[in-house]
């Protein structure tokens, strides 16, 4: 085992480890003085007295974010059914063997991928004169569908090609093939990928504020702007960004059990075969027998 791990790269010797433990160790010092250097500004400039937290008491702001969160993860959940769906359909586009449905495919999935997304949202809502929603959900889709179709497409196309002329080669059709060996293989590779993408639909959805869509960002933007302190900003952020930081954790922590049930699936379990006894080679287990002379 130990020249199997060798083979592939070389075993860090003595100085090499201790080179790396100081390199941690440094590495740990400077994050915990970044931490401390922010703490101590936050605390000299009195972010954490009670005036600048009391009005996170009152029903009226709860109710706001409540109401900006709910809005967040209504148009994420839109967006990100739609972006898997527009994902799919592109990327079946351009595996397609007909090329005129490939170029096509391809022509949408670089142009939405090249577009900012912002562009796009302020052109459907100032252009086309759709509602804040429709806008956000719709150039969220645009762009993380684009992308989505090509993590689809690799996923597909990192498979081992055997499996798939095995597949042909027992009569499969293509639409077959897809469905029931390509895509089961690829769903694990292009697992990460998926999330990762999701992860970033997430964020983009704070873009609605700019389109006066009344998401978790806009709420808290309509908090601060009514704070009769200095820097009012600083307590929003520090209520708002922890949030974020739990949905998208949860997002991740969806994936693995996600993956981890996949594994524990009786589809994608090892058969485990008896071994063969001998003299059963011949049907109704009579053993083959040497000709006589």
Request: proline residues 6%.
């Amino acid at each position: 085992m130990s020249g199997a791990a060798s083979a592939l790269y070389d075993i860090p010797g003595p100085a090499t480890r201790r080179r790396h433990r100081a390199y941690g160790v440094l590495s740990t010092v400077a994050l915990l003085a970044l931490a401390a250097w922010i703490l101590y500004l936050l605390l000299d400039t009195g972010q954490f007295a009670s005036t600048r937290w009391r009005p996170f008491a009152y029903k009226g702001i709860q109710e706001l974010l409540l109401r900006g969160l709910g809005n967040t993860l209504r148009a994420f959940s839109i967006a990100a059914v739609c972006s898997l769906a527009l994902g799919g359909l592109l990327a079946t586009g351009r595996l397609s063997d007909h090329r005129p449905v490939r170029l096509l495919a391809t022509v949408v999935v670089e142009f939405f991928r090249a577009m900012p997304v912002l562009v796009m949202i302020f052109f459907i809502f100032v252009a086309l004169k759709a509602q804040p929603l429709t806008a956000l959900v719709a150039g969220l889709t645009l762009y993380n569908g684009s992308v989505l179709a090509e993590v689809f497409r690799s996923g597909v196309n990192a498979v081992e090609r055997g499996q798939q002329e095995a597949a042909f080669a027992l009569g499969m059709r293509k639409t077959q093939v897809m469905a029931h060996v390509l895509v089961p293989q690829a769903v694990r590779a292009m697992l990460p990928a998926i999330i990762s993408q999701l992860v970033v639909a997430l964020k983009d959805t704070s873009l609605g504020y700019l389109i006066t869509y009344e998401e978790f960002l806009h709420a808290g933007k309509l908090i601060a702007s009514n704070l009769d302190y200095d820097l009012p900003f600083i307590p929003v952020v520090m209520v708002i960004s922890p949030i974020y930081i739990g949905m998208c954790m949860l997002l991740s922590w969806f994936a693995g059990w996600v993956s981890r049930r996949e594994q524990r699936s009786p589809k994608t379990e090892a058969v485990v075969l008896a071994a063969a006894d001998p003299g059963t080679l011949l049907p109704g287990g009579v053993p083959p027998t040497a000709p006589r002379p």
